[in-house]
């Protein structure tokens, strides 16, 4: 890890007790009254609480959507992400076995898994979708909108970001095509996007100028892609940014992102961009709540509606602790930090490559755990809080239990509370899977 490092009705009683009522008015009421029960009824149910079950996505080996069947739904070692949005949809990478289109994109909903884009699709402008492998990271939105990155073969371009919506593809930005922003700069390649709720989409690319390559922080919004900060830029605080890790992106359009600095009074931080005034939230030295310096944050964040983000840093004197943190106007707070006591048994040990944010502020993470009833869980909360979702071991309705997660897996969570988590091969099944545990989807 670099330095990146969610008219009153009466009753019948009531107009029944209307004293010399005309028959008809009684009638009335009557029949006002039994419209009215269901509902009541169906107002009562509606605000019973949701029930929140945990299920098997989909596995290896289950038939794909055009013909063969998943294979793995990882690359390498690279953090698997399947975001879940309001509906309780699921957007995930696969490999497909025994297919033309050897991998691609999928949404799942309750009932069945859809492609959204798969090798062998044209891209708009010439060229087909040729590997996903490069940025097997899909962004969704509580719209069912799916933006990706993609390889491109038979075109002048080579790779692109892509936004999957009303069964049609979009390219949003081409390799081969001028960078905004950037005087005579030229797209070369991009990091995985990130999407909000207003289709706004924000995404790292490196920029050819000359003989020179640089990264450039953009912005989709309105249909117009633009420039936000770009390495060689001067930074809030002194110094000029240099890398950028992955941005994540708010539904107001606040942007944040971690990055490196050069010849700066700090080595890097967390920034703010997009609706907000460019700024620096919480930089590489600052003391956590702990009294532990800051030393290194996780290449990628979270954030909220509210502007909270949250994060995993590495504390103390060369990062030898974890913690995960949220940050605001207010300050730093942590969540949990490695070696104290973890709900449900155990101590932290180590945390996942990243957290994501809940409803209500709350924050979800994947944790190492030691003495513990397992070795991995996914604990979600706010400060003094934290409650355990799940464990590897615990037993599923079927009676199986829940294999271990994947290597590098980040539990992403949808604003009804849904989270979802990768889990790698089961020696009795042989499956890798993708799991939703929280309320069904509508």
């Known amino acids: 890890m670099s330095p990146l490092g969610g008219p009153l009705l009466a009753s019948a009683r009531a107009r029944l007790a209307i004293a010399g009522a005309a028959i008809l008015l009684l ?17 009562q149910h509606n605000t019973a609480p949701e029930v929140h079950a945990l299920r098997l996505v989909v596995a290896s080996g289950q038939a794909a959507p055009g013909g063969g069947s998943f294979n793995r739904f990882d690359v390498s070692s ?90 049609r593809l979009k390219a949003i930005a081409l390799s081969g095509a001028d960078a905004p922003g950037v005087q005579n700069g030229t797209f070369v390649e991009f990091d995985a996007p990130v999407m909000n709720n207003r289709d706004e989409i924000a995404f790292v690319g490196t920029v050819r100028r000359g003989r020179d ?3 450039v922080l953009y912005l989709y919004s309105g249909g117009v892609l633009r420039k936000l900060v770009a390495g060689g830029d001067p930074a809030p605080r002194g110094g000029s940014f240099d890398r950028f890790g992955l941005p994540v992106i708010n539904n107001k359009g606040v942007v944040a992102f971690p990055a490196v600095l050069d010849r700066g009074a700090v080595l890097g931080g967390i920034f703010l961009a997009g609706t907000r005034d460019l700024h620096l939230l919480v930089g590489a030295g600052e003391i956590g709540p702990g009294g532990m310096m800051l030393v290194r944050f996780s290449e990628r964040v979270a954030i909220d509606d509210q502007d909270n983000v949250a994060f995993v840093a590495h504390l103390g004197s060369g990062g030898s602790s974890e913690a995960v943190l949220v940050a605001n106007a ?34 979800a993470f994947v944790a190492a755990i030691d003495a513990g009833p397992g070795t991995l869980g996914i604990y979600v909360g706010t ?60």
Request: net charge positive.
């Open 383 to 442: 400060q003094g809080a934290i409650r355990r979702v799940t464990m590897v071991g615990d037993r599923l309705a079927n009676g199986g239990a829940v294999p271990a997660f994947a290597l590098n897996s980040v539990t992403s969570v949808g604003s009804r509370g849904g989270l979802t988590f990768a889990t790698m091969a089961n020696p009795e099944s042989g499956q890798n899977g993708i799991y939703y545990y929280g309320p069904p989807g509508s």
């Open 27 to 43: 009638w009335i009421a009557v029949l006002w009254a039994s419209l009215s029960e269901p509902t009541r009824k169906a107002a």
């Open 330 to 363: 207010s300050g730093l707070t942590q969540l949990a930090i490695v070696g104290e006591n973890a709900p449900g048994g155990g101590r932290f040990a180590a945390f996942g490559p990243w957290p994501n944010f809940g409803p209500n502020a709350s924050v």
């Open 213 to 215: 390559t640089l990264q």
């Open 78 to 167: 690279q953090p698997i992400v399947a975001p879940v949005n309001s509906r309780g949809q699921i957007a995930f990478y696969a490999s497909v076995a025994r297919a033309k289109a050897s991998e691609g994109i999928f949404l799942a909903t309750a009932s069945r898994i859809t492609k959204a884009a798969a090798v062998g699709d044209a891209v708009p402008g010439g060229g087909v979708l040729s590997e996903f492998a490069r940025h097997p990271l899909p962004a969704l939105n509580d719209a069912g909108k799916i933006a990706f990155g993609a390889s491109v073969a038979g075109a002048r371009a080579t790779e692109g970001i892509f936004l999957f919506a009303d069964d």
